[in-house]
Each structure stands twice: as C-alpha cells, then as structure tokens.
C-alpha cells in the first residue's frame, strides 16, 4: 500500500470486465438519436396501439390512442391537431400517401376517412361486424389515391372504393383475428395481411377468389412487412421475427429470436455509413420494452435500446431522421437523428472566426499574439508542456490508513456499508498483520455493531463467504463476552446465525438436486 513517498489508495480487487458498448459506426448512428417523451393532449393513459408517418412532406406523423387520433409535427414534435370524432377505441390511424386523408378503423367495425387539415370526417365505410384493426392506404409509387385495405377481427380482409364509399372486394380464408398487413413496394395489386390463425396470406386484388400465397408463422401473427426488394416479407409473432422468401413460393430465410415477449410491430428504416451508402434495417418492438434494429442481409442485430415500458408500436419518416414509438402505458417516445456538428462535436469555423482560428494555429514563437495566450489555449506540437501531478482525494479510511489509523480506517469504511471496500479494507489490515488487533480494539457496542451488522448482511454472499465467515468466526471467539452481555449485539448475532443457516439449508437442497440431476446427465451422455 505504501512506497517511498507515496501513498496509494485502497483498491479492491478486480472485478470481472464489464460490457462495453457497441462501438461499431452503426450503433454509433443509432445512438446520435436524441429521444423524448411526447405529451398526449388527450387520454394520455391508453395504450399507443399505432403510429404512422406521413410519406408526403413535411413527413407529419399520427399517433393511436384510445378514442383519438393525435397528429404531431415531425419537425417541432409537438401535436398539430386530434381527431376525436370516434364513438368508441380507434385502430390503425393511417396517411393517405399524399398526407390530405387520415383512415381509421374504430372498435364498432366502421372505417372512417377524415381531412387531415380540417379534420372533418368525409367517409363511413360500413362492413366489418366486428372491430377493424387494420387500415391502410396503398404506397405513393401505385398512385392510387381512390381505394384502402382494412381488416378485422371478423377475419375479413376488404377492399374500399373511397371515392363513393363502396366495398369493391372481399377476400377470405383466414380464420381468426386479422390485426397487421403490408402492400407490396413492387406492385400495386399485391398485399399481405397476417393473422392469429398464425397465417399470411398474400392477396392479388385481380383475384379475390384466394390469396396467392400463405406461409405459416407458427404462432398469432402481430405483424407483417414486404422489405423493399419486394421479394421477401417479414412476420413477427410470439417472440420471433422471420424472413420468407416471396418468390420462391413461402421459403423460410430466416428466424430471429432476440425477444424476450412478443413482438408487436414491425417497421423499415435507414442506415446511412460512413461512405453514405444508404441500408435499409427492420425496426422490431416487443412488450419486453426493446427496440431492436435488424440487419436482414447479413442476419443479425446491429443495436437495442431499452425503454422503461412494454412497446406496441413503432414506425419511421421516409428519411428515417425521425422514428415515434407507442406504449401500452399511454406514452409515446419519439427520437430525432441529432445535427452532425451535435453528433461529432463542435462545428468547424467558417468565415472571419475561420480565418482567426487560423491566425491563432499558426501564430509563431516570435510573435505578440504567442506570448499573450490565455491558460485556455491548446497547446499545438512543438510546445514543451510543464504538467503538474495530480493531487489524488483520498477517501477518509485511506486518510486513516495512511496515518495508521487502522481501527479507526475500519470502523470508518464499515459505516460506508459497502462490502467490495470494507473487504478491501480488512485484506489491508491483514496485509499489515493488524486486522486481529482492531477487532480486539473494538471497544464500543457501537462499533461491535457496525461489525456484527455487516457481517449479518453480507456474510453468504459467495464473492466474500470465506474470508468473511473467518472473520465471524474470529470476532465471536474473541468478543464472546461482550456480546453476550449486550441486547443489541444479540440481535446481530442472532440474525447471522439465522442467515448462516439459511444458506446451508439452500446448499443441502442444491446437492439433493445435484445428487438426482447426476445420473440423468451420466446416462444422456452415453
């Protein structure tokens, strides 16, 4: 602890390295993100079922809430106008791809189409019997402003005229619940749905008679989602994600399963490297309260974040500078891809600060300007730097310590009641063959105390049992007396004999397991 001059701090002894952080230029992207809590103006204690951004500029976004559409500015993240013209819960308040109509289905079965500026409702779409959780208008590439899919809990898919208010198609064959569905990017005639029957069909609006393809997620589908190719489509249901291959008739590619709980919904975004190559990533929410951004061509999760709540819903901007995520608990996070002078540091001069900043880099030793810097200038390459050393704070045991305090030093680190530090402390004691000595010196019943109270709590912890149970055991041999005689310290020790044999009684029930598991593993591993 101590060499000629110098006095070094307690450390206690090294602890197992933990987890750094991703540091890969991808998960540093996703972390430049800058999240914040939105503020619902109404019913702020439903659940967020959906979330849906606009893909017309300037990419506004509309958040599900209760019997309320709420839609919010991308650009100031603060809410525009609500929608509350629904008799009972809204699902699935979605854009036309021109941003001017905003659809939604409602716990009645009815769709309804409002303005999205006015706010005025334009059409009822009446024909589901039961609640529509699904409503979407087709992608800005097919340019059809006219028609919209919903689907239902009466697990029909339907196919709206909007113009008139007419249902053009019916399609049929799932059987259960029908809660998610996606349109093709490659054609306009094509979209899946998914289904709690644990199905997804994919439909051709110029055959309504069956669906043209169905795979079989292996449990109640939550979402569905083409990727951009076209070719492939996510699902997600229970705690699994998969990619199937569209073309080659259903093919399973692959299975993620990094949830703990069910994924909920499913969304695409963008990563922009380094050499400004744009990739495109799926977003997956779950009710274990993670965000996961999977890497789909290469098979893997590139970043997680963790959020306080169960997630239901989630989506991006078509630039993916924006992403809104909704929670069962009536809270929607939304996060904001931060400036890139805020993401890598000061912004660089430009102009006459510029031209000073270049004066100042490259001013010479002969030079006035040289001589007058302030204790605030950067030193530049050719400097000599004079460093002081740094003056180390010790904590107030090392302040003992080093006076040779050492009943006080331990006395002082036991009421810090941190066992990694009073552990340490006593290891020096021993180191200095005075540990025996402070616990004979302990002449208090405050400070036997402190002791027996820390030897209670912290006796069977496995890092610290054995030296700790030696010291129990050198104390109650020592200070036999003096406890007995006291009330208090009979508590303590009452309470350590108490945990001690608890922990036995833990570790015979462990070797019973063990002893019955053994001949299990013996013959399973003939």
């Known amino acids: 602890m101590e060499g000629p001059g110098k006095f070094i701090p307690t450390n206690p002894r090294l602890q197992p390295p933990k987890k750094q952080p991703d540091s890969s230029p991808e998960s540093n992207y996703w972390r430049s993100f800058k999240t914040r809590q939105l503020t619902l103006p109404r019913l702020s204690s439903s659940a967020v079922s959906f979330v849906h951004f606009s893909p017309a500029p300037p990419h506004d976004f509309v958040l599900t809430s209760s019997a309320s559409l709420t839609l919010f500015s991308s650009s100031t993240l603060r809410p525009i106008s609500s929608i509350t013209d629904f008799p009972d819960v809204a699902f699935s308040g979605a854009f036309r791809f021109d941003g001017k109509l905003v659809a939604a289905g409602c716990q009645s079965g009815v769709v309804q189409v409002f303005d999205a500026t006015s706010r005025l409702a334009l059409r009822r ?14 992608l800005p590439s097919s340019g ?3 028609h919209l899919l919903s689907a239902g809990d009466d697990a029909l898919v339907k196919w709206w005229d909007v113009s008139t208010g007419t249902e053009v198609l019916t399609f049929t064959g799932h059987r259960d619940y029908v809660r998610s569905g996606s349109p093709s990017p490659t054609s306009a005639h094509l979209w899946a749905t998914g289904s709690y029957d644990h199905t997804v069909r994919v439909w051709d609006i110029r055959r309504p008679e069956s669906s043209v393809l169905s795979v079989n997620h292996g449990a109640p589908v939550e979402a569905v989602l083409f990727l951009p190719s076209g070719g492939w489509m996510a699902t997600a249901g229970a705690n699994s994600v ?3 291959d569209v073309i080659s008739g259903g093919k399973m590619i692959h299975s993620m399963e990094n949830h703990n709980k069910t994924v909920t919904a499913l969304s695409l975004g963008k990563f922009s490297g380094q050499d400004g190559v744009e990739s495109t990533r799926i977003f997956s929410v779950s009710l274990d309260g993670y965000l996961k951004v999977f890497d789909y061509s290469n098979f893997k999760v590139t970043h997680t974040s963790r959020f306080p709540f169960p997630l239901l819903s989630v989506d991006s901007s078509p630039s993916s500078l924006v992403r809104a995520i909704g929670t069962a608990n009536g809270v929607a996070f939304v996060s904001k891809r931060k400036n890139m002078t805020e993401a890598d540091g000061d912004s660089a001069p430009s102009g006459a600060e510029g ?6 880099r490259t001013s010479k030793a002969r030079g006035f300007r040289y001589f007058e810097r302030g204790q605030n200038e950067k030193p530049s390459g050719g400097d000599f730097m004079v460093q002081r050393p740094e003056k180390v704070k010790l904590a107030e045991h090392d302040r003992l310590l080093k006076k040779f305090r050492h009943k006080e030093a331990l006395v002082s680190v036991l009421r810090t009641n941190d066992p990694m530090m009073v552990v340490a402390v006593m290891e020096e004691l021993v180191a200095r063959n005075k540990l025996i000595k402070c616990l004979t010196n302990l002449n208090s019943e405050e400070e036997l105390g402190l002791l027996l109270g820390f030897l209670h709590r912290f006796t069977t912890m496995p890092r610290y049992a054995r030296f700790l149970m030696a010291v129990a055991r050198k104390i109650l041999t020592q200070r036999a007396n003096d406890i007995g ?9 009452a309470g350590l004999k108490a945990t001690v044999a608890e922990e036995i009684k833990i570790q015979n029930s462990l070797m019973e397991i063990q002893g019955m598991i053994s001949p299990l593993l013996s013959i399973a591993g003939r």
Do not use: M, N, Q, T
Not at 128 to 138: G, Q, S, W
Not at 355 to 360: A, D, G, M, R
Not at 485 to 493: E, N
């Open 242 to 244: 998969k990619i199937w």
């Open 355 to 360: 031209l000073l900043e270049e004066k100042k």
């Open 485 to 493: 005689s006291s009330p208090a310290l009979r508590k303590h020790l």
């Open 144 to 146: 059809d402003k006219l």
């Open 125 to 138: 779409l009446e024909g589901h019997a039961r609640p529509v959780r699904f409503v979407r208008y087709p």
